[in-house]
């Protein structure tokens, strides 16, 4: 069963924004701390930024200055903000979270989106 569904990838030109978004699906109650990875091909895995359940936020050194990170508790969603995309940018794009509870009282740890993807044009 899926628990988090990533949204908002696209093509986008040199210096462009997006907004990603990681929804908790309904069977979650509760979702704590968030992570943003992405992975281009040939390359490994970065974490890109980084959400803990008392709000602490942390972003990578390769996007700071360019890239937020925000939760919507009402929403159940933690988004990615992203400004002045550049073409090293371009890579797959996942959520995931180290522990959420279900509405039927359940934990469950490590869960992980699909990914969205985000280019970025030169």
């Known amino acids: 069963q899926v628990q988090l569904v990533e949204s908002g990838g696209a093509l986008v030109q040199t210096g462009g924004s997006l907004r990603l978004a990681c929804a908790a699906s309904?069977?979650?109650?509760?979702?704590?701390?968030v992570m943003w990875y992405r992975q281009a091909p040939g390359h490994q895995r970065e974490l890109v930024a980084t959400?803990?359940?008392?709000?602490?936020?942390i972003i990578g050194d390769s996007v700071k200055g360019r890239f937020t990170i925000a939760r919507d508790n009402a929403k159940n969603t933690v988004f990615l903000l992203m400004n002045n995309l550049k073409p090293e940018d371009t890579a797959v794009y996942y959520c995931?979270?180290?522990?959420?509870?279900?509405?039927?009282?359940?934990?469950?740890?490590?869960?992980w989106g699909q990914g969205t993807q985000v280019t970025v044009s030169s």
């Open positions: 995931a979270s180290d522990r959420l509870l279900t509405t039927d009282g359940s934990w469950i740890y490590d869960a």
């Open positions: 309904a069977s979650v109650s509760q979702l704590y701390g």
């Open positions: 959400l803990t359940d008392s709000g602490i936020t």
